[in-house]
């Protein structure tokens, strides 16, 4: 069974940065082909990519919020890292982790909600 | 930046068949995946690569795509069919960055 786990903070200060953690089971970020991204949704709004990590270490970013983006993974913890930094009160969101295997998300984890406010 | 266009709101009755629609200048290059999303919940995969339904999902729901436009059809909706649904591709290839539609809230009454 795959399942995925967002855990991170739940409030940040603007102009902080935001860790997040992806932790899942049931696959492997070692396999050929496996990725894993992070996708969020502000209140009330559509879902927005972010990034994907590659089972090659390969990654990529949204356009928009490259710069302030780093995805990595722990392929031994079973776990991918996304840091965004520059924390802004429109940056208040659910974000969610997916498996994407060839780059479309099948499985996602349930999400958590990070609000930005001083 | 890429797009992805879709309509804002589809309405069906009980029954009938909903079609979504999605544009996109690089679908004919790149697969469209589909994902439903009841309120409070995480997206759900409905469609991957086009037209293929992963298992679980209701034989009601199909893809297509032809030329820039990838559709999602509902075969005899649902009232449980009700959510938005979300398209999503990458940009053309040689590039990997992901992209949503703006999503389609579908109305079963």
Same mark, same amino acid.
């Given at each position: 069974?795959?399942?995925?786990?967002?855990? =991170?903070?739940?409030?940040?200060?603007?102009?902080?940065?935001?860790?997040?953690?992806?932790?899942?089971?049931?696959?492997?970020?070692?396999t050929s082909g496996m990725?894993?991204?992070?996708?969020?949704?502000?209140? =009330?709004?559509?879902?927005?990519?972010?990034?994907?990590?590659?089972?090659?270490?390969?990654?990529?970013?949204?356009?928009?919020?490259?710069?302030?983006?780093?995805?990595?993974?722990?392929?031994?913890? $079973?776990?991918?890292?996304?840091?965004?930094? $520059?924390?802004?009160?429109?940056?208040?969101?659910?974000?969610?982790?997916?498996?994407?295997?060839?780059?479309?998300?099948?499985?996602?984890g349930q999400g958590t909600?990070?609000?930005?406010?001083? | 930046?890429?797009?992805?266009?879709?309509?804002?709101?589809?309405?069906?009755?009980?029954?009938?068949?909903?079609? *979504?629609?999605?544009?996109?200048?690089?679908?004919?290059?790149? #697969?469209?995946?589909? #994902?439903?999303?009841?309120?409070?919940?995480?997206?759900?995969?409905?469609? #991957?690569?086009?037209?293929?339904?992963?298992?679980? *999902?209701p034989e009601r729901f199909?893809?297509?795509?032809?030329?820039?436009?990838?559709?999602?059809?509902?075969?005899?909706?649902?009232?449980?069919?009700?959510?938005?649904?979300?398209?999503?591709?990458?940009?053309?290839?040689? #590039?990997?960055?992901?992209?949503?539609?703006?999503?389609?809230?579908?109305?079963?009454?």
């Amino acid at each position: 069974q795959v399942t995925l786990r967002e855990s =991170g903070p739940a409030l940040v200060k603007p102009t902080q940065t935001l860790t997040l953690t992806c932790t899942f089971s049931g696959f492997s970020l070692s396999t050929s082909g496996m990725c894993v991204s992070w996708i969020r949704q502000p209140p =009330g709004k559509a879902l927005e990519w972010l990034a994907r990590i590659d089972w090659s270490d390969d990654k990529y970013y949204s356009t928009s919020l490259k710069t302030r983006l780093t995805i990595s993974k722990d392929t031994s913890k $079973n776990q991918v890292v996304l840091t965004m930094t $520059n924390m802004d009160p429109e940056d208040t969101a659910t974000y969610f982790c997916a498996r994407a295997p060839r780059g479309g998300m099948d499985v996602w984890g349930q999400g958590t909600t990070v609000t930005v406010s001083s | 930046s890429y797009e992805l266009t879709q309509p804002p709101s589809v309405s069906v009755s009980p029954g009938q068949t909903a079609r *979504i629609t999605c544009s996109g200048d690089a679908l004919p290059k790149r #697969y469209a995946y589909w #994902y439903q999303q009841k309120s409070g919940q995480a997206p759900v995969l409905v469609i #991957y690569e086009d037209s293929k339904r992963p298992s679980g *999902i209701p034989e009601r729901f199909s893809g297509s795509s032809s030329g820039t436009k990838a559709t999602l059809t509902i075969s005899g909706a649902q009232v449980e069919d009700e959510a938005d649904y979300y398209c999503f591709s990458t940009e053309s290839i040689g #590039y990997h960055r992901g992209v949503f539609g703006g999503g389609t809230k579908v109305t079963v009454l």
